[in-house]
């Protein structure tokens, strides 16, 4: 504890300690009206800027520098440009400053400056989606699918150059891993500014995420009125699903009001066949498993933001997503004895389950000025109610189907999550050297209660071996200290990230510890006329178990599996070293390496207690290492044809502790999309990935294969987008098959989910309102607004 006081400290000495002289003044017009918005620039003698900021509602403004000689420069747009060198050697107050119309006087100044589509930053690449005539219309998700290096799979799962488990964020709000999905549904391609796709995230963000990040960046509302999207889809594959849609945007004044309401009506299934062999004794086990589901889901989004003054902004947001469905799973278990059949058991298994998530956000941004200094803060409770009641009815025939016995049993499952964070980041740039830095605290409590019934005599008694109740509470304690500064043609970027992590079960003693997370980024400028640059990164991450995995219960899967929490996980750690060449925006080779220990993974095993019982649960298995090469091509072959095309090849090792396990894999994986301006005003974007086999911890799964295909066309005065999509057209990533090969266990699985999905979907956004005058104001100052 005392090196986490220690270093917590160390994070929270102020970042200068140098004498500090204010600059302070009001700006009017000749009629002595206060000029709001006015931009405020201190440059040296050199006309570098030192720093800037922006007049209030009141017209006054400040600057705080140290002892030297500047240029003061105050402008706004339809006025004269006011200068004077100013020397400082203690504080200065200017009085009020009088600004002078220009003599030409135009009716209206419209500026826009056309950003690239793709930006490549020294620890990130950033998608314009404003940019982007192919974003229009679509969800958040959807238009994720537009973005370099990502790829997102008909389930909705998320990953980074061919890695998985890539984390949300959103406004600089970290989206807990059960609603990500849900969230980025209701949010709509109009409402989002840029994409920011970030494989190695700096120290500002958790240590934890270790794939990646997708940094989600809304827009600025600056129009006066109402603005909304209404939105339809009918989605078709084995079985059909629909759903539809709203948001509304309305500004007055200083208040932004938003909100958005989605409903879905859906039906899926999922399908497994397992043939599991045990050695040496020459027995095996067959398990075929169907399920069909129902839900309903509704998603609610409500906030609003308030501009206290041009330099405060205070928001409130509530979210919503409640989902309710039944399942009927059909399970038959085959069990053969030196592979002659012995016994056969068919499993009826209904069940309903009730799904609530909700989360209460409040943050605050303080704009210090306009070049740098930024101080926010976010704070977020999140709850997540699930309750599940499933029948289990099982009937047991011999090898020539006669029937011996039955078991019916049903089980109760509730489970309350409630999380807590909050975090304060400041950035405060120095002459030659940026800092971020920041603190972060979150309180996850989980209380959960597993009820396991039997019918004995028609009469439901409970199982006290398979029934638990506990609670769980996990704090962790964060702080962090980036330093960014530019040595020549030399970008450096230094992050040093502390996490003190107490984890509590029921009355069981506290497990803590205390981990640092070492970040280093350096981009080299090779030649800036080609804009041709080498990046190096090391950093260290952390994987937690989830919940699930560490809690202390039993469930039950079929008559002859059962899943259970290991309390005694660990964390896993990984240590990974990168080096990139960027050839301009368009080109990026990177090679890396990548070391994780204590590396946990769901392994599988027969009961030690009753060999007929199958167990699945999560061990620290052993340790992996990884090497690999991306390739990321941006390439415009025409200008109605533009292509991205990504590369990659890996080479992975896994060693169990215990000498017991040990698997190699090198694989393949090519992403390729192209953007077609197709005639009839047509937009056409086809979206290929090709993976040879992959291996999971012990699982290895078999190549995959998908093509999607999306056309979508504006109609009625193109406010109106109408959008068919195909996803997985040759039906080859919904069938799967992995298999594993673990303590003298064998198993071979095939898996079959939708595929060769087919959406049709609708999408009208509308308008209501008349400018507002301040976005000429804001857009004055675009160029020092870009460069926070």
């Known amino acids: 504890m005392k090196s986490l006081k220690h270093f917590l400290i160390l994070l929270l000495i102020p970042i200068y300690s140098f004498s500090q002289y204010d600059i302070s003044g009001i700006v009017k017009d000749s009629n002595n009206v206060s000029i709001e918005f006015a931009n405020v620039v201190l440059t040296n003698l050199e006309n570098e800027i030192i720093l800037g900021t922006i007049t209030d509602k009141e017209g006054t403004f400040n600057l705080s520098v140290k002892e030297g000689d500047y240029k003061l420069i105050i402008s706004f747009i339809g006025y004269d440009k006011w200068m004077k060198n100013i020397h400082i050697i203690n504080n200065k107050n200017l009085g009020i400053v009088i600004l002078d119309k220009n003599k030409i006087e135009l009716e209206e100044i419209v500026l826009t ?79 989002i500014e840029k994409i920011e796709i970030i494989p190695n995230p700096p120290a500002e963000y958790e240590a934890e995420i270790k794939s990646g990040i997708v940094n989600i960046i809304l827009k600025k509302h600056i129009d006066e009125g109402l603005k909304g999207n ?76 308030y501009d206290i003054s041009s330099k405060h902004r205070f928001g409130i947001e509530y979210y ?18 030196n592979f002659i059949l012995q016994e056969v058991v068919k499993g009826d298994y209904p069940g ?51 029937y011996l016995d039955s078991e019916t049993s049903r089980g109760k499952v509730g489970g309350d999550i409630s999380v807590f964070t909050s975090k304060l980041d400041y950035i405060h740039p120095l002459e030659k050297v940026t800092f971020h830095t920041g603190i972060k605290f979150s309180n996850a409590c989980l209380d959960n209660k597993n009820i396991h019934e039997v019918l004995i005599n028609n009469i439901y008694e409970i199982d006290q071996q398979k029934t638990t109740t506990y609670d769980f509470n996990e704090k962790v304690s964060a702080a962090y200290l980036k330093a960014s500064t530019k040595l020549g043609d030399v970008q450096l970027q230094f992050g040093i990230r502390g996490e003190y992590t107490q984890n509590q079960f029921s009355n069981n003693p506290e497990k803590n510890y205390f981990s640092a997370f070492p970040s280093i980024f350096a981009k080299h400028y ?15 991450k952390i994987s937690r178990p989830s919940y699930k995995l560490m809690s202390p219960y039993e469930y039950l899967i079929d008559i002859y599996t059962v899943f259970r929490g290991n309390e005694d996980l660990k964390p896993q750690y990984t240590n990974e070293f990168s080096l990139t060449y960027y050839l301009g925006n368009k080109h990026s080779f990177q090679g890396f390496y990548s070391h994780t220990k204590d590396m946990f993974n769901i392994v599988e095993y027969r009961d030690i207690d009753d060999a007929n019982i199958n167990v699945e649960t999560t061990e620290n298995i052993g340790e992996s290492h990884s090497y690999g090469l991306h390739i990321n091509n941006n390439i415009n072959i025409t200008k109605w044809w533009k292509t991205y095309t990504g590369l ?9 502790y215990d000498k017991t396990f040990q698997a190699k894999n090198f694989f393949l994986y090519v992403n390729h999309r192209s953007n077609l301006n197709l005639p009839l005003s047509i937009d056409c ?30 109609v ?41 999905i087919i959406m049709l979907s609708f999408s009208y956004s509308f308008s209501s309102g008349t400018k507002f005058n301040k976005e000429r104001k804001e857009k004055s100052n675009q160029e020092e607004l870009q460069r926070i």
């Open 352 to 402: 309903n389950v009730d799904k609530r998530k909700q989360s209460y956000t409040l943050n605050y941004n303080w704009e210090i000025d306009t070049i740098g200094k930024k101080l926010t803060f976010l704070s977020d409770y999140y709850i997540y109610k699930n309750k599940r009641i499933s029948d289990y009815h099982d009937d047991i025939f011999d090898n020539e189907e006669n």
């Open 685 to 714: 974007t086809i979206n290929s990935r090709f993976m040879t086999p992959v291996l999971d911890g012990i699982y290895e799964y078999s190549e995959i294969f998908n093509l999607n295909i999306s056309l979508q066309k504006e």
């Open 716 to 756: 009625l005065g193109n406010k109106g987008v109408v959008s068919l999509d195909i996803s997985d057209v040759f039906y080859t990533e919904g069938k799967y098959n992995l298999t594993s090969n673990y303590k003298d266990q064998f198993s071979y699985t095939k898996v079959e989910r939708p595929g060769r």
């Open 648 to 656: 990659g090849v890996n080479y992975s090792k896994i060693l169990s």
């Open 230 to 305: 209404i939105n339809s889809s009918y989605t078709q594959h084995r079985f059909s699903s629909y759903g539809i849609g709203m948001s509304l945007n309305y500004k007055t004044g200083k208040w932004l009001w938003y909100g958005s309401y989605n409903y879905s009506q859906d039906k899926d299934f999922f399908e497994r066949e397992v043939e599991t062999v045990y050695e040496p004794e020459n027995t095996k086990r067959l398990t075929n498993f169907q399920s069909i589901e129902w839900s309903l889901g509704n998603t609610y989004r409500l906030g609003f933001d």
């Open 526 to 540: 090779i030649n800036k006329e080609k804009n041709t640059s080498l990046r190096y990164y090391y950093g260290k």
């Open 113 to 191: 400056a056309k950003k690239p589509l793709i930006e490549q930053k020294a620890d990130r690449m950033v998608f314009n989606v404003s940019e982007s005539p192919f974003a229009k219309g679509k969800n958040a998700l959807k238009t994720l699918e537009l973005a370099p290096m990502v790829w997102v799979s008909s389930k909705g799962n998320i990953s980074i150059n061919g890695r998985g488990e890539v984390r949300v964020v959103v406004n600089g709000k970290l989206l807990p891993k059960e609603v990500s999905q849900s969230y980025l549904n209701s949010l709509r391609s109009e409402d």
């Open 320 to 337: 919503s997503y409640n989902n309710n469905y039944r399942e009927s799973i059909d399970n038959e278990v085959m069990s053969y004895d």
